[in-house]
């Protein structure tokens, strides 16, 4: 088992940004897929953004030209970056790992957007 430690998230004004980050607690094998999902009420979780240990990354349309992820190696860390956030970005964020066909979630950290 692995567990991620988020962090971020929290309250923000429509227009404003927020970071998130996500780390393994532990190390894990560097060759993975990290990245966001998000799951507003009464919603289904929805993938925000991923990114290979390659970099290649990945944006649901909603998020795109808005969100930036990234990560670093070394510390095998990804990081969201959330701008111009709306309030339909309102949820619980989980960090996401992928190592082959295992997938491990965090916790979920609360982000509203909201005035």
């Known amino acids: 088992q692995v567990q991620l430690v988020e962090s971020g998230g929290g309250l923000v004004q429509p227009g404003g940004s927020l970071r998130l980050s996500c780390a393994p607690a532990?190390?894990?094998?560097?060759?993975?897929?990290m990245g966001w999902y998000r799951q507003a009420p009464g919603k289904e979780r929805e993938l925000a953004a991923t990114i290979t240990s390659g970099g290649s990354t990945n944006y649901a349309d909603s998020v795109k030209g808005r969100f930036t992820i990234s990560r670093d190696s070394a510390k095998n860390t990804v990081y969201l970056q959330m701008n111009s956030l709306k309030p339909e970005d309102t949820a619980v964020y989980y960090c996401v790992l992928v190592i082959t066909t295992t997938t491990y979630w965090g916790q979920g950290t609360q982000v509203t957007v909201s005035s």
């Open positions: 532990r190390s894990t094998f560097r060759e993975n897929v």
